[in-house]
């Protein structure tokens, strides 16, 4: 099953291309779920029908859904939520700070996730077009389930953390009232069952998001603006090991216009598109017109894809299916005297990088978003001794720290 998903800058017309392909791809004959991942719900406004927390049928072969996070977060994380309140209680923390200290970072993101990840394992679906959120929440998404297994593993005290907590309760000169309150109280059997449930569901989803056949398409508009950031997310992007398969440049106008505001308008989309196109080369990308009203509804989303991705005919749809091209952003490789680490940074500057190196980690700074790689194991008892970015490939050169392998 392909799963497409759409991000960009606010506004730039994310949920209306998203559709367009969903509603374009369905016109070809194949089975497409859209769903939107979006708490605000524009989805179903621009399809022009009302769409549920279940998939309701749009047109022929097209399928539309909301998620509702809301609905999940209660599912999967209240638990564990319920459990980590009661600890800090009794660790006299405010109870409201602790409820909000409690929420999950980026829940929302994560169970739409997890909603994608079901519809792929058990929908009858060829094609799931998800409509994201801007950018940076987007970026949240595809970065928290990793995250998340982090945050999780600190906050239960499980295993080696309960034993230490019980150690210290029973250290001599203790009474039992400072024993008492100085440790958490053990999750109990249910709230550890939820986190590895949770855990479990994570990791799905993470799958979804890793497939080769999932990709990611970037809309933009054809300012200097929206450009710098569409740049920047795209960097983010590879770094994170995703597929981008396509740019779409979107509400362009006709340089053939009489009315000199719109020409100079042309002229300078003109200008921020060729940008475009050698940034991301050999990625395509894909053009839309201004349209003369707001394309809601089916058939103006089916014209809008057909200026997109050519005439809605059956034999488009191999085009549409067809996996991306696998993105090679990561390996490992033996130097002359220890390993060399490629990383592909596509459009990174090197005045915007920065690395360092944290434990078993090695945190990457591009533009301000911070990457922490954990390291193969083989890389963690070396030291780093040089890094170079070249061509948008950053080479980090890795020799075998001495004092760390005798001491083995
Ligand atoms: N090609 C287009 N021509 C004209 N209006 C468009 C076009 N694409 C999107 N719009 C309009 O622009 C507004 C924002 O689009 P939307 O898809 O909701 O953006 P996003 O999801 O990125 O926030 C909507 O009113 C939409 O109808
Ligand atoms: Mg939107």
Redesign the pocket.
Known sequence: MRVVLFT??????????AAATAVFAARCGVKTLIISA?PAH?LAD?LGVRLGPQPTEVSAGLFGQQVDPRARTEQSWRGIQDYLVTALDDLGVDPLAADELTELPGADEVFALLEVRDQVRHGPWDLVVV?CA?SAETLRLLAVPELLTRYLSRLLPMDRRIARIVAVARRPGWDRKGAEGSGLPLPGDGVVEAAERFATELAGAQEVLRSPSTSIRL?LTAESVVLAETRRTWTALAMHGFAVDAVIA??LFDGDSADAWRQGWARSQHQVLSEAESSFAPVPVRR????AV???GVAALTE?GEALYGPAVPEAAAALLAPPSPPDLFAVERGDDGFVLRLQLPLADRDDLDLGRRGDDLVITVAGRRRVLALPSALRRCQVTGARLRDGVLSVRFVPDPAQWRSL
């Open positions: 960009g800058k606010g506004g730039v017309g994310k949920t209306t291309t979006d524009s621009a409509d801007p809309v979107n509400r839309a017109g201004y349209t707001e394309p809601v809008l």
